[in-house]
């Protein structure tokens, strides 16, 4: 079963981090994509650039409709994702808890799409 | 017994039992609903005519599993003939013994990815077998609701593959606390019931009774399980004293204690003795102990007061709420008069403004040391923010004493 997780944290709390926490940081992210890789569940993984560098597209009545940025002002935004294979919700849930994003932001887990399947 | 009324039964008893084996043998909730609903149908004809089988939920376990296997051969083949099913006759015994998977089933039921009220409901309706209009009438919603919440529930059951299976150990006991607190929940929505819908609610602690005996079966090691059948059991032995002619909620001091349910208190202080020997504390049991020591005192003023304050005061370690440290100060008023109890109080303030049993209790021992005014002020306050109709004519009655005693 192919689980997305989509990670969402609050940007504009972002801390200035000392070189040395973020290379702490780095580290945790690589870490989770070792254990998750050698555990065989790792599908696919992409972090996203912040929404400020974001553009909104909307095609109404067959006009395309530009704006700069996400719709609504939220605190939490997408920031990642990652794509998992998984037994059931249970196991996703615990790989869940492990994606170092999940301490300060949190974790969406949704189901992927099957053909045939809703 | 007719058959339609040995069905109702059979059907009350057994659901849970046969739905977790339909569950567990072809993944489907809704498969297993629809099959166990077919097979209800064939057994209204068929004990109408043939008489009941001895081991009627083994019968609807292997009819039900039949017409599952039928309905998934007819979604693949598109085949909508009928088909003429080999049934087993009624003194078939069945030869297979239906393997108990209600363990499993109330795990996926309640498991923590779901909404609190769908797990509420899904375990009313799946492992209680109350139908769907029964639960919405509980819950006070219509019954498409009801009936939608159901459906949501059991949708993210497949889509987001929850598991059916015991949880392993390191999910084991958080697991089994959110069992506990469903089960509890249930309880409670029946227990708080008052006014015209209470008989109906009420049903809700029997039902909720009958889920713990079965956790209770399905976990002997765990002793908070049995702390929490302990628990109902002995705060439902006060169901006829608690409620009087006009429905409303008669308080603890006053209830005419002869007609507290001594089979229930007998039987919930067995357990709650059962769980202490497991030494495993824990909220339940000291709730359930709280409880037991009500029960066993023939008046108000023979309380082991002490013995109360005491249990509070674990439980406020266990599990700090407002309620427990506004009883814990009622209780140590209670044991070692009311100046202690009120200096327990005291520092609440700022936290437990809006709390009614805060001012009622604040109320209460400022007047037993003789404070009327602020007592009174107390007395106000509690009113206003009180929403049971019987604590408020209490409370109205305290005050009015406060003030015709203060002029």
């Known amino acids: 079963m192919k689980y997305m997780m989509l990670i969402y944290w609050n940007h504009a709390e972002k801390p200035d981090f000392t070189p040395e926490e973020l290379q702490k940081l780095r580290q945790g992210w690589l870490n989770f994509n070792k254990e998750a890789e050698a555990a065989g569940v790792l599908l696919d993984y992409n972090g996203l650039l912040d929404i400020t560098d974001a553009t909104t597209v909307r095609v109404r009545d067959g006009k395309t ?11 939490e ?3 990642g994702y990652y794509v998992l294979d998984c037994k059931d919700l249970d196991e996703a849930i615990s790989w869940a808890a492990k994606i170092p994003a999940v301490i300060a932001g949190s974790i969406e887990i949704r189901p992927m799409y099957i053909a045939g399947q809703g | 017994m007719s058959a339609a009324a040995l069905i109702e039964t059979t059907y009350r008893e057994e659901h849970g039992r046969v739905i977790a084996a339909l569950i567990s043998q072809f993944g489907d909730f809704t498969l297993a609903e629809d099959a166990l609903q077919d097979a209800l149908v064939v057994a209204l004809e068929r004990w109408e005519t043939e008489g009941v089988p001895r081991n009627p939920g083994a019968w609807l376990t292997t009819v039900a599993k039949r017409r599952a296997i039928d309905r998934l051969r007819r979604a693949t083949t598109q085949d909508r003939t009928a088909d003429v099913l080999d049934l087993p006759t009624i003194q078939d015994e069945p030869d297979m013994d239906i393997p108990d998977e209600r363990l499993k089933l109330m795990f996926t039921c309640c498991h923590p990815s779901l909404a609190l009220e769908a797990q509420v409901a899904l375990t009313l309706h799946t492992l ?19 009936a939608q919440r159901l459906a949501r529930a059991r949708r993210k059951i497949h889509n987001a593959r929850i598991p059916y299976r015991v949880p392993p150990a390191e999910l084991l006991s958080e697991r089994v606390d959110a069992l506990l607190a469903v089960i509890y929940l249930i309880f409670n929505e029946g227990y708080c019931a008052t006014g015209g819908d209470a008989p109906i609610r009420h049903d809700l602690c029997g039902e909720a009774i009958r889920l713990g005996r079965v956790l209770v079966k399905l976990l002997p090691q765990s002793a908070e399980t049995h702390g929490l059948l302990a628990l109902m059991l002995l705060h439902d032995s006060r169901h006829e004293a608690r409620l009087d002619k006009a429905g409303e909620l008669v308080l603890l001091d006053e209830q005419d204690r002869t007609l507290w349910d001594q089979t229930k208190i007998d039987e919930g202080t067995a357990i ?3 769980a202490l020997t497991l030494y495993q504390p824990g909220p339940y049991q000291v709730q359930a102990a709280i409880s037991a020591l009500h029960a066993e005192a023939a008046t108000p003023e023979a309380t082991d007061w002490r013995q109360i304050a005491m249990l509070y005061g674990s439980l406020a370690t266990m599990r700090p709420s407002m309620v427990v440290e506004v009883n814990r100060a009622v209780a140590v008023a209670m044991a070692w008069g ?14 437990a403004d809006d709390f009614y049993p805060y001012h009622a209790a604040r109320a209460d021992l400022l007047r037993r040391t003789n404070q009327r005014e602020a007592a009174a002020d107390a007395y106000e306050r509690a009113i206003a ?23």
């Open chain 2, 338 to 351: 009311a100046p202690a109890g009120l200096k327990m109080l005291l520092p609440l303030d700022a936290e």
């Open chain 2, 128 to 146: 209680g077998g109350l139908s769907t209009t029964e639960v919405a009438r509980a819950f006070r919603v219509t019954e498409s609701t009801m």
């Open chain 1, 65 to 75: 409709l530009i704006t700069d940025g996400p719709f609504a002002e939220t605190h």
């Open chain 2, 272 to 274: 709650l003795d059962m």
């Open chain 2, 385 to 407: 923010l009180c929403g049971n109709s019987a604590e408020r004519s209490y409370l109205q009655r305290r005050l009015n004493e406060m003030l015709n005693r203060g002029v």
């Open chain 1, 77 to 79: 935004q997408l920031g």
